[in-house]
């Protein structure tokens, strides 16, 4: 299997060592929903994705979940990635919102971070 250059290899981000790197080392950039976390590393041929829902701001598991299966079409709506390396992304929101705003807030949010 060849890796295209361009697109890395989206894989879900479960290390504990990484996410505490991600949040004690790593850039950050806002939007108005939502907050990245990320480390670019050049070499790897993966992307490693997380995306968190705060507890505080949605009590129900149930809402928390569907807002995470929300961001993750969102990040696969995302082509193509403009980094490699390891990400976190936050919902910072505290209503629920509709797929189709995350997607294009996602969107901005990549953008900002080819600018940087």
Request: charged residues 30%.
């Amino acid at each position: 299997m060849s890796v295209q250059k361009n697109n890395p290899i989206l894989k879900r981000l479960k290390s504990k060592t990484v996410i505490d790197r991600l949040f004690l080392e790593g850039e950050g950039v806002h939007s108005k929903h939502l907050f990245i976390r990320l480390i670019q590393e050049k070499e790897s041929p993966y992307l490693y994705a997380g995306v968190s829902v705060s507890k505080r701001n949605f009590k129900k598991a149930v809402d928390r979940n569907r807002i995470k299966r929300q961001l993750r079409v969102a990040l696969k709506a995302v082509d193509p990635y403009p980094f490699r390396g390891s990400f976190m992304l936050v919902y910072k929101g505290r209503k629920l919102p509709k797929t189709q705003e995350l997607v294009e807030e996602s969107a901005l949010l990549f953008a900002k971070i080819t600018s940087l």
